[in-house]
């Protein structure tokens, strides 16, 4: 029983101290790590369907998840819809006024200088009224009272006048425009609507087609962040992958130790594992500065030591061993 306790108070430390040395200075223990992936959402709303499971292997490009899109269809319709208008805007404006518009503003032109006519001959009246009643009031023959009324008859005629003139002078003007067709200007601007709204409805598509979740690598799905029902916002993580195909140990070696550990070197590892007893592994990174022993494996003999990171790629028994299992990593024989 007291053997059983002290092996796993062993197994215990080597878990914390994960680049402990033993007796020889050449072992060395760490866990196996491996690329993670995090899938990201890239439309926001209500995930509708799951399609996988925690543990379950995928391939890149298999669907995780769909995303309820009804709100932004809703809204593609509506901008479709916008989007015809603007484009029967732009054929008008190019093709200009039809006919009946042209003798519709011919029309109004005629009868707003038949208005000017009349107003010119009224006005004309009472100047012609008030000349006489000017004259008269100079020879004592009419009141003072006559003369202001011929006045302000006059004035009332004369700014009646100069509003139907004004009024003329709109209308000719608009006759002009339909006579000559739409500006250069006119047709940017109908253009330019257009487009923007042929934009808005390609970006809302493409917002739509977004609406399922893929796989972005090969992998087991380690964790799943969102379940059914839940609103998952724009850009947000909703999965995380292992890509167990590229696996790595990764150690701290003491610098007094570095001449161990070359770039390319073959060392040997053990997992424990029943299948084989050793691992073969490639160092593929050393650090090229050092730093003190990380906090999860400092020890009080080692906390103030200079330490390098070593990477060490698992090259066989690629099934068999596991992210978070602990390898030990003999540096003895490395070649």
């Known amino acids: 029983m007291k053997k059983s306790l002290v092996s796993l108070c062993i197994a215990s430390v080597l878990f914390i101290f ?26 926001g709303g209500i995930v509708e369907e799951i399609f996988v499971r925690e543990g379950d292997t995928v391939k890149k490009g298999d669907k995780l998840a769909r995303i309820n899109v009804d709100s932004l269809k809703f809204e593609l319709g509506r901008l479709k819809a916008q989007s015809g208008a603007s484009k029967a805007a732009l054929e008008k404006t190019v093709k200009g006024s039809r006919s009946e518009e042209l003798d519709k503003a011919r029309i109004q032109v005629s009868q707003q200088e038949a208005v000017v006519s009349g107003n010119q001959q009224d006005y004309s009246y009472r100047l012609e009224s008030y000349n006489t009643i000017a004259q008269l009031y100079d020879s004592d023959a009419t009141s003072e009272q006559s003369l202001k009324d011929a006045k302000a008859a006059l004035d009332a005629s004369a700014a009646k006048l100069e509003s139907s003139r004004q009024q003329l002078s709109y209308l000719q003007e608009q006759l002009r425009l339909v006579q000559n067709g739409s500006t250069k200007e006119d047709i940017d601007v109908s253009r330019s609507n257009l487009d923007a709204s042929q934009w ?40 995380d992958i292992n890509n167990l195909s590229n696996l790595w140990v990764k150690i701290y070696v003491e610098e007094k130790n570095l001449s161990l550990v070359k770039l390319g070197n073959i060392v040997t590892m053990d997992a424990g594992l029943e299948s084989a007893d050793t691992i073969k592994g490639k160092v593929v990174y050393i650090a090229s500065e050092g730093e003190f022993t990380p906090k999860n494996i400092e020890s009080k003999e080692n906390k103030q030591e200079i330490v390098y990171e070593v990477k060490i790629k698992v090259l066989d028994h690629i099934d068999a061993v596991k992210p978070g299992v602990l390898v030990d990593v003999y540096l003895g024989d490395s070649k």
């Open 18 to 43: 994960s680049a402990c040395q033993s007796s020889d200075l050449d072992y060395y223990t760490g866990s196996v790590e491996s690329d993670s992936y995090s899938v990201s959402t890239e439309v």
């Open 200 to 239: 808005s409805i390609k970006s809302l598509e493409d917002s739509i087609a977004k609406e399922f979740v893929y796989a972005n690598s090969d992998g087991v799905i380690e964790s799943l962040n969102y379940l059914s029902g839940e609103y998952a916002p724009l850009f947000t993580r909703i999965a």
